[in-house]
């Protein structure tokens, strides 16, 4: 890589990620290598503030993996490929959960029977009838199977 003149390039892992400690004019601060790839080798005519990734993998910086983006498509990109869904806590892992994935399973295997049963176990483990229909329906608590 062949930095912009006046760039001291220094690369320091962290978190998996590299980035640069660089020393611009005698200040000194700290780029992602994949910024610090885009302002060199990436035309930036709109000025786009971000760098996206297009595969999703941070740890892919090649220049034909980057492009420069807004705020709204690097974020609307990231729902797209589902990235950091994994992260999120689901079902009764997530600290404001009221149902438990017993409950919602018990409530789907009853509920070609009886679904008013089904839904009064939701009701009755403390969530409003709407909650209970969105569990019952799959819209919510999608990590567990709709028809157990």
């Known amino acids: 890589m062949v930095p912009r003149p006046g760039w001291d390039l220094t690369p320091?892992?962290?978190?998996?990620?590299w980035f640069y400690g660089l020393c611009v004019d005698r200040?000194?601060?700290k780029m992602y290598r994949y910024r610090a790839l885009a302002l060199a080798f990436l035309p930036n005519?709109?000025?786009l503030p971000e760098v996206n990734h297009i595969d999703g993998n941070p740890a892919n910086d090649d220049i034909d993996n980057l492009e420069w983006s807004t705020r709204k498509d690097n974020q609307a990109h990231?729902?797209?490929l589902r990235l950091g869904v994994e992260n999120l806590p689901r079902g009764?892992?997530?600290h404001r959960?009221?149902?438990t994935d017993a409950t919602v399973l018990a409530m789907r295997r009853l509920a070609p029977t009886d679904r008013k049963a089904a839904l009064r176990l939701g009701i009755d483990a403390g969530v409003t009838y709407s909650a209970a229909t969105a569990a019952l329906s799959g819209r919510t608590w999608t990590h567990l199977p709709l028809h157990p």
């Open 92 to 94: 009764e892992a997530h």
């Open 45 to 47: 005519p709109e000025g």
């Open 27 to 29: 200040k000194r601060t």
């Open 97 to 99: 959960s009221k149902l």
């Open 78 to 80: 990231k729902t797209r």
């Open 12 to 17: 320091s892992p962290t978190a998996g990620r």
